[in-house]
């Protein structure tokens, strides 16, 4: 439409049906520096930063840090860092302007302006959300230096700390919010093992200054189609380049292991506990497992969507026997987590029609995902003698979408896999390779 806007200028014109921001923009200075300011962190950690500056919280403004592709500085730059989260259901879409972005850097063409943000005295955490394949780790789940030194998110951390060290400053919160078991541990000792190799008189400093939290992160965001860019700017009067789509429900489970102050997250419903692994390990085993089992079995069967994959009563069957049959009675629940109700709540999150879940964005990746999703709870019931059928099922489907029947395989080892999955027995060839399945598995 030649009469819309494009979002700028704190979004004064935005539709009178958006939630605005009340906070002054220009009054908050920058406290955090994200890694991988992709569609998830602007509909999560974002959005709980700003609406903790909402309840009265200032100076944590947030610089994202895109390592690779310019397309979210070239989204939200022109916008001055504003876009939209929607929350979309089958009863209505709410929206809300997001403020808490100052701007995107590009990191291979800024390299100096990220180092000097995150050496900059008022930055007091570090967050990432890189994937699990942006830690750069090896088979043995060690620092693979060749990955590390090229142009990963070490490479700007480290001067940053070397200079937040010189200048006197204090250390800083190390947040990652990936999907990888015991992730603030995992950071801490890929971070430690660059460290020294690159700078060890450091090291000192960086084990008494700095923390590295474990976190669950929970919410279900899309990937943005143009129809729903269309369909937002039709109803909000403005193009929204960044605009996300995600669900109502959210969660942010936090390690309380600060290095210095914090945003009040809780204020939006994060809980700050002493041990994230619980919740961590329900999220990666039954939330993650059954997205990857919809995911492939999905494709095979012809859907596109995870709510048209759960719609399938085989699938569905599936799902429920995973989740509590083979992933619950692996995870020492925390005394307030019900298992068989979070089981429940995510079958009905799987089935919100608003959300159109795309299979093919869950099966990325899965040589990453797949050890904390499936393999995880697999060897846990093998120890006690018992199978998992419907992860079983489940590797079935992604050996034959390794060979590429759903389409063109996304995945950092696909050379490698690829033609084991062609192989006759795919799964045994599978077993030990680059540590992908355990070796104390049985694929009979």
Known sequence: CPHRGVLHDDGVHVGVEVERPTYERGAQGVGIV?????AFHRAHQAWYTDLAMEAGDRDWAIIGVSLRSPAVAEQLNPQDGLYTVSER?????????????????????????VVAAIAAPGTRIVSLTVTEKGYCRGADGNLAPALA??????????????????????????????????????????????????????????????????TMVDRIVPATTADDLSALADRITLDDAGAVMTEPFSQWVIEDRFAGPRPRWEVAGAELVSDVAPYE?????MLNGAHSLLAYCGLARGYAFVHQAIADPELLGLTQQLMLTEAAPTIAAAPQ??????????????ANP????????????GSQKLPQRWLETLSAQQAQGQQCPAIFIGLQAWVQHLRGENGSVDDPLAEQLIPLAKSPNPLAKLVGVNGLLPSQWRPD
């Open 34 to 38: 994200h890694f991988g300011i992709g």
């Open 89 to 113: 259901s089958a009863e209505a879409d709410m929206t809300r302007l997001i403020g808490a972005v100052r701007a995107v850097l590009v990191a291979p063409r800024e390299r100096e302006r």
């Open 149 to 214: 030194d090229a142009d990963s998110f070490y490479a700007y951390l480290l001067p940053a700390l070397q200079l937040r060290r010189e200048a006197g400053l204090p250390g800083l919160t190390l947040l990652s919010c990936d999907n990888l078991a015991d992730n603030g541990r995992q950071l801490e000792c890929l971070v430690v093992q660059y460290v020294e190799r690159h700078c060890p008189e450091l090291l000192p400093w960086v084990e008494t200054e700095c923390t590295f939290p474990s």
């Open 281 to 285: 390990k329900a999220k990666l085993r």
């Open 337 to 350: 987590q019900d298992l068989e109700l979070y089981a429940r709540n995510l079958i009905a999150r799987f």
């Open 354 to 365: 608003a959300l159109n879940h795309r299979l093919i964005q869950i099966a990325m990746d």
